[in-house]
């Protein structure tokens, strides 16, 4: 059997099933011994259902047994439901690593855990995941379930047939022959036909040995047919013959699944309660002995079955239950809550059970354990129940996040329950329940208007002593509904003071209020206040040892990022947020990541990628709802960048836009941005102006600068349209000044062709000029319309070859240290003499290398291209459409093909007095031949010679 035993570990896995009494934990235990193999026991039992109890104990066990303290076993919190097959695999995987030597993991009593238990489906995901070093035995009174089949497919697991643990005629013999080596033959025959009657199964043959008929004594009538009856009749036996002291011993202890000696003594209240336990360990009386921390004693189960009927029995129904109450009291005084609840279930003390799960709910609820509260609380009767609110609570709680609307309602239930029993604490815990399940929803937010008007504390004064984590949770839950439906409150400022007070004074426990505090110091525009509380809540790239505090802090980050116009970073910061979730399971942060993605694509000009991320954050259905709200708002903002207005209108018409109802102002504001953009375009000029009114409103309610920054640059907008060009720079003037004491990099909704066109304006006036420099080096923008591009305008490249020739990127001049590379150069020069025609690649190849066939000729010219692109830093700056290379013209000023622009505009305008600027702005350009001292290439020859002849053509005028 141990060969067995061997052949499976050495595959990964080993399944033995059988049933009670049959041997299974014995040969487990006696291989463990002989192969002298490390292991780490774990015994299941039915609530090990509960897979976040499960975690919990199982690390604990791994704590116990391994001298290695990481990486850390961590509970499975409500934020990794979500990805809990990724946390099981990691789990294990961490588990593997705490062992640096071979290890035998192994689940006894697999059997008691309920068939439609989620961990039927994770043990064979963890055990996958485990390293070659750590092995498996299941121990089970059934045969491996169906998910365990990939396993088996891939020969990692092996069972035993049930009938292998049947002892052989041979086996039993060698069992009365080891417990009997000095006795006769004629004893020896008598010992064995006891044992035959059990006919191969282990505990019945040990019973049988010690207590069964023979001798012409009968068992009961059908116990060789049924192991159960006949290991009930003979342990009845056992029991009867027993001491009486050690029987009653017995008939008290029976009540508790386990027990150490203390505790065995308090009950019984039996002096001699060690030497009985460790009697019964030493005869194989069906008693093991557990070495933790302490000695535990645990019985059988079918021998703990035995004594339980005795008992009934014995004791009367009182007794029982007064047996059960002081063995509970006793594990609770051990913090063993789920042996203490067992207990007092068992004895139906409603009452006390119901105040020990209201004292136990907050450690379950940091363990992850919320399948366990609600399956303790449904066990008590509603009677019970329905009058204490505390456990309506712990419910709602419990519920959060998996089942947000159930979570509210039994808040709401809560809250009425504790104002008619005045209880203040638990009111204000209610409220903030059903606040923060409401605001994580986001569903229809017009709900909290009502709930508001509710809430049992209006300022924080109002707040009683609270204990920290519920003071900070109803600071949090009250601050997100006054942001959320009245940002201009002047409680509101109050409430988000006081939050983030409170969270400092505390130590920041958890980083939760972070990115709310940021989010919305963003929205009232005040950008260095939003970096100091980012910077205060600790690292942006905290350690891995908590995801979810990762996840949040690249959320803060990322949203940062795009804000101050850092579009690495945020790139950056969203990867490694959903690699984290992705690694680690915890995917509650996805949604708000990947919507910052949107953000940042839309702010660059990367329509495609914004669609393709905003598409992983569609909600499942477009209801009323701020979810849906601001998917909409962003689809919307999508089309206006595309240019196709009509459908940007049509997803946030005003008139048909819910966002003020369902969300709140913030939300309206931003989706008034768009539209009023939209109506613009579309010439909705009545439409324009109310949408523009409404956001200025909108703005100082709120009392926000940043829509106060989108108000100035739409009403210029406006202006601009109706031909206003001083009121247009006055606008943009208060704008633009707000902006760079903000430190803004852009607007909310913007429409990046209207923001470009009035930069030109800004420009060509000379208003805020090294702001508006940086806004556009920051940000992409387009060239601005009508193709005349003031000189101002801050290229990503500028290319000088009147009178010289030079390079400048990001305003750096390139130099080289060594020699010019001269072929690079070629083809940029090349593609300059061509201006916006382009060249095609095998006029480049034909002229720069003639001598070479098409193959060489075309790999020498993609290393080229590769490395001018490199060089120049901008992957876009030469386009290759159809074959024809041609500059980028978003991307590069060429000081020639503006000189052109500018005197064909002089050349068409017959009033000297409106050409004269284009034409001395052309002069200007124009300091010297074109790309003076170049071998002369037909082509750049015939530039040359046209450049200087419109030169002289516009000097004589």
């Not at 099933?17 to 040969?27: E, Y």
């Not at 009968?218 to 002291?245: H, I, M, W």
């Not at 709930?451 to 109002?462: G, H, I, K, N, S």
């Not at 940043?706 to 060009?725: E, T, V």
Request: contains cysteine.
């Amino acid at each position: 059997m141990f060969a067995r035993i061997d052949a499976g570990l050495d595959a990964g896995c080993f399944w033995i099933p059988g049933p009670a009494g049959a041997g299974k934990t014995a040969l487990v235990a006696s291989y463990l011994k002989v192969r002298q193999q490390k292991c780490v026991w774990y015994r299941l039992d039915e609530g090990d259902a509960d897979i976040a109890t499960f975690f919990h104990y199982l690390a604990l066990g791994i704590d116990g047994a391994s001298l290695r303290r990481k990486p850390a076993l961590r509970d499975l919190t409500p934020d990794h439901r979500q990805g809990v097959t990724t946390f099981t695999r990691r789990f294990f995987e961490r588990l593997g690593e705490r062992f640096g030597a071979p290890v035998v993991l192994v689940f006894d009593n697999y059997q008691d855990v309920g068939h439609d238990s989620l961990l039927h489906e994770l043990v064979p995901l963890g055990i996958g995941a485990l390293p070659r070093h750590v092995s498996t035995i299941l121990i089970s009174r059934d045969g491996p379930p169906a998910s365990f089949a990939a396993l088996e497919v891939a020969r990692t697991l092996t069972a035993l047939s049930p009938d292998e643990l049947i002892l052989t005629r041979q086996e039993e013999a060698a069992l009365v022959s080891l417990a009997y080596p000095r006795v006769g033959r004629a004893r020896t025959l008598v010992l064995r036909e006891r044992v035959a009657v059990a006919q191969g199964w282990a505990a019945g043959a040990v019973l049988q040995m010690e207590y069964g008929g023979g001798e012409g004594r009968p068992t009961p009538d059908g116990a060789s047919q049924s192991p159960p009856a006949l290991f009930s009749y003979l342990s009845k036996e056992v029991v009867g013959r027993l001491p009486d002291s050690l029987r009653a011993f017995l008939l008290s202890v029976c009540v508790l699944r386990e027990m150490t000696v203390a505790i065995a003594e308090a009950i019984s209240h039996s002096p001699d309660a060690k030497q009985h336990l460790e009697r019964l360990h030493r005869t194989r009386n069906f008693t093991e002995r557990i070495d933790r921390d302490e000695t535990w004693y645990r019985f059988h189960p079918l021998f703990r079955a035995t004594l339980l009927e005795l008992a009934a029995c014995t004791h009367s129904g009182a007794n029982l239950q007064a047996l059960r109450r002081r063995g509970a009291e006793l594990f609770f005084e051990r913090r063993l809550a789920g042996e203490g609840m067992h207990l007092l279930f068992d004895a139906g003390a409603w009452h006390e059970a119901a105040d020990q799960i209201c004292a136990i709910a907050p450690e379950l609820m940091a363990q992850g354990r919320v399948d366990t509260l609600v399956a303790w609380i449904a066990q008590i009767p509603p009677d019970v129940r329905d009058p204490r609110p505390w456990l309506t609570y712990w419910l709602g709680a419990a519920r959060m996040p998996a089942d947000l609307a159930l979570a509210v309602e039994l808040f709401k239930t809560a809250f009425h329950g504790f104002q008619t029993a005045s209880d203040q604490v638990g009111a204000i815990a209610s409220w903030s329940g059903a606040a923060a399940s409401m605001t994580i929803a986001m569903g229809d937010l017009s709900e909290l208007d009502a709930w508001l008007d509710l809430c049992p504390f209006r300022v924080p004064d109002d707040l009683p002593s609270l204990p920290p984590p519920l003071a900070l949770q109803s600071a949090a839950a009250m601050a997100q509904c006054l942001v959320w439906r009245r940002p201009g409150d002047p409680l509101t400022e109050q409430w988000m003071a006081f939050l983030k007070r409170l969270w400092e004074q505390l130590g920041r426990p958890q980083p939760t209020p972070a990115p709310f505090l940021v989010t919305y110091q963003l929205w009232k525009g005040r950008l260095d206040e939003a970096k100091a509380i980012s910077d205060a809540s600790g690292p942006r790239t905290p350690d891995a040892g908590d995801p979810a505090a990762t996840c949040m802090a690249c959320y803060t980050e990322s949203v940062l990022a795009w804000f101050e116009g850092d579009a690495p970073r945020c790139v950056a910061a969203v990867s490694r947020g959903l690699e984290t979730s992705h690694r680690e399971g915890t995917h509650n942060w996805d949604h708000q990541i990947r919507s910052q993605a949107v953000y940042n694509a839309l702010f660059q000009g990367d329509i495609d990628e914004a669609v393709q991320c905003l598409e992983l954050v569609r909600p499942p259905t477009l209801t009323p709802s701020a979810t849906g709200q601001h998917y909409r708002f962003l689809l919307s903002w999508c089309h206006l960048q595309r240019d196709d207005f009509a459908r940007s209108w049509e997803c946030q018409n005003p008139s048909n836009c819910v966002a003020a109802v369902v969300a709140g102002p913030v939300p309206e504001a931003v989706g008034l941005i768009v539209s009023t953009h939209a109506a613009r375009e579309l010439g909705r000029r009545d439409d324009a102006a109310r949408g523009h009114k409404r956001l200025a409103a909108l703005a100082e309610s709120i009392d926000s600068d940043l829509f106060r920054f989108g108000a100035g640059f739409l009403g210029a907008a406006l202006a601009m349209d109706d031909g206003h060009l001083e009121k247009t720079v006055s606008l943009l003037t208060s704008a633009l000044a707000l902006g760079r004491r903000r430190g803004f990099m852009g607007y909310i909704g913007w429409h990046a062709r209207t923001v470009a066109n009035l930069c030109a304006v800004a420009l060509r006036a000379g208003v805020e000029t090294d702001y508006v420099v940086r806004l556009l080096r920051t940000r992409w923008l387009p060239l601005p319309g009508g193709g005349d591009v003031p000189d101002a305008w801050p290229w990503p490249i500028k290319i000088r070859t009147l009178g010289g020739f030079s390079i400048e990127v990001d305003g750096e001049i390139l130099s080289w240290r060594r020699r010019l590379p001269r072929r690079q150069m070629d083809v940029l020069k090349l593609l300059i003499a061509a201006g916006t025609r382009g060249v095609p690649q095998q006029v480049v190849m034909d002229t720069l290398w003639p001598e070479s066939d098409g193959d060489v000729a075309k790999e020498t010219l993609d290393k080229t291209l590769q490395r001018l692109r490199r060089l120049l830093r901008y992957p876009g700056v030469m386009p290759s459409v159809a074959g024809v290379l041609r500059l980028n013209p978003d991307l590069c000023w060429v000081d020639a093909v503006t000189f052109e622009h500018l005197a064909e505009r002089a050349q068409q305008r017959a009033d000297a007095r409106t050409s004269a600027p284009a034409r001395e702005r052309a002069l200007a350009l124009y300091q010297g031949p074109f790309l003076p001292g170049d071998e002369i290439e037909p082509r750049l020859l015939a530039t040359r010679s046209r450049l200087a002849s419109t030169f002289r053509r516009l000097s004589a005028r």
